[in-house]
């Protein structure tokens, strides 16, 4: 009983290590995004006259839009460095069972 309660133990504990990659990755691209975006956005704000020219097709690059996605993108990374941390907690919980 205890050997299976302790293999059971030991996939958690894997499943719990392959999770956090996944989210690791999914912070960085989101990271990625914003300094992307914010890179974009100063460009943007640094040139006067592509601000004020009406001449522009696309509004992929509008400014309001632009603080609007890296506002939304800011809100991402802070959710998911939360629930990375919440996923490294649950490891080191885990792995003080020494199941490893």
């Not at 990271?31 to 992307?36: A, S």
């Not at 640094?46 to 097709?57: A, D, N, T, V, Y």
Request: aromatic share 8%; charged share 30%; glycine share 0%.
């Amino acid at each position: 009983m205890l050997k299976d309660y302790l293999m059971v133990a030991k996939d958690a504990l894997s499943t719990q290590k392959k999770l956090y990659q996944v989210k690791e990755q999914r912070l960085a691209l989101a990271l990625d995004e914003y300094v992307r975006l914010n890179d974009a956005y100063k460009e943007k704000s640094s040139s006067r006259i592509s601000l004020f020219s009406g001449s522009s097709s696309s509004t992929k690059y509008d400014p309001d839009i632009l603080k609007a996605e890296i506002s939304t993108t800011r809100l991402r990374v802070r959710m998911l460095n939360l629930v990375l941390w919440n996923c490294a907690h649950k490891i080191h919980d885990c792995s003080l069972l020494r199941v490893d």
